[in-house]
């Protein structure tokens, strides 16, 4: 599938949605006859709230249907090196550039196939933010790192002997709707929205009306309240 885009293409797409909450980019997608589609189901939500704006990358990880052998402590720890080079992996994150969301279909598998470790290590190359219709673990210290993710549950589970990797930057189903590779994302304490590509300039303009005007009216009410104003009446 094709959806490699220059540098400049994709600084250029993230700047349009700078800035933009994802109630504006809803009303953007509403403002071109998207009602249906885009917003990922509220249950996926923040593990702490912040916002971000990115480029997708996706994932697919499949239930593991194999069981696991009768081993000792001593030769399950050189089964789970196995099982992290060669079963559940991380290939994308060899291919992350900056400016990405990683979106992550686990398949419904109880397991934290994000940890403080490996969305630290994307953050690293640039990765903004994690979205999955999963499970995420080390919360307390994904926190403290201020990785953005947002998931739909907590999973204290590692990976072997659950999940398997499947593919990567493949269209992904991740709460009612696909994200395909190169789509925009836009997540904050309201929860995530997709944006297809190649309506995203489309989309974004009508968010901006929406935000300049809210902006102007709640600036009205903070003037008429004698508050001070912040960068979100700015
Ligand atoms: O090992 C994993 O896949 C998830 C995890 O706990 C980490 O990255 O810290
Ligand atoms: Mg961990």
């Keep these: 599938m094709s959806y490699k885009m220059s540098r400049d293409e994709r600084e250029e797409l993230l700047h349009l949605f700078e800035g933009l909450r994802v109630t504006d980019v809803r009303d953007g997608m509403d403002w071109n006859m998207m009602h ?3 917003s990922v189901h509220y249950e996926i939500r923040p593990l702490w709230r912040t916002r971000v704006v990115g480029i997708a990358r996706t994932a697919r990880y499949i239930p593991y249907e194999t069981f696991v052998p009768q081993m000792s402590p001593e030769e399950y720890t050189e089964w789970v090196a196995w099982y992290y080079r060669e079963v559940c992996n991380d290939p994308w994150q060899a291919d992350i550039e900056p400016g990405d969301i990683i979106v992550i279909d686990q398949s419904g598998v109880d397991v934290g196939i994000l940890g403080s470790n490996n969305t630290l290590a994307g953050f690293a190359k640039g990765a903004r933010g994690y979205i999955t219709n999963g499970g995420v673990r080390d919360t307390d210290e994904i926190i403290i790192q201020k990785i953005p993710v947002w998931s739909k549950f907590i999973s204290q589970k590692m990976d072997q002997g ?6 990567k930057d493949v269209p992904v189903s991740i709460g009612g709707v696909v994200v395909y590779p190169g789509d925009v994302v836009v997540a904050d304490g309201d929860g995530v929205i997709v944006v297809p590509r190649k309506i995203a300039p489309q989309v974004a303009k009508y968010a901006r ?3 300049e005007k809210d902006k102007a009216a709640r600036r009205r009410l903070y003037e008429q ?3 001070e104003l912040d960068d979100t009446v700015k």
């Excluded at 659950?162 to 593919?167: L, N």
Aim: glycine share 14%.
């Design 225 to 227: 309240l004698g508050w």
């Design 162 to 167: 659950r999940i398997r990797f499947d593919a």
């Design 36 to 38: 249906h589609y885009g």
């Design 209 to 211: 009306q929406e935000l």
